[in-house]
């Protein structure tokens, strides 16, 4: 079975860094793209960054300069680097990735992990 956990998330001072983690598990061909999401209470949620197979990213407006997205491939892992946090960063954050599962064919499936919370105190 196919899993996404991230990692990483707690409380931290505005100002201050987090490193969140990504790692996927099970028989997999291959993972496509790979994104952190993130929701707010009473919020949508929000694409913050994404990753492509080849490492091209992209980035929120209200992160870019801040945050930076990152994968292992030999690792199945992807990484968010968030740094000089602020209170509005507080939210759920959700591992998203397009993963070929052998056992469904050759079309890739959307995965969500279960999230974790990171809170930005002021």
């Known amino acids: 079975q196919v899993q996404l956990v991230e990692s990483g998330g707690g409380l931290v001072q505005a100002g201050g860094s987090l490193r969140l983690s990504c790692a996927a598990s099970?028989?997999?061909?291959?993972?496509?793209?790979m994104n952190w999401y993130r929701q707010a209470p009473g919020k949508q949620r929000e694409l913050v960054a994404a990753?492509?197979?080849?490492?091209?990213?992209n980035y929120a407006d209200s992160v870019k300069g801040r945050f930076t997205i990152s994968r292992d491939s030999a690792k199945n892992t992807m990484y968010l680097q968030m740094n000089s946090l602020k209170p509005e960063d507080t939210a759920v954050y959700y591992c998203?990735?397009?993963?070929?599962?052998?056992?469904?064919?050759?079309?890739?499936?959307?995965?969500w992990g279960q999230g974790t919370q990171v809170t930005v105190s002021s």
């Open positions: 998203n990735a397009a993963i070929v599962v052998p056992m469904y064919g050759p079309s890739p499936r959307n995965y």
């Open positions: 099970g028989i997999i061909f291959s993972i496509n793209a």
């Open positions: 990753i492509t197979s080849g490492g091209s990213t």
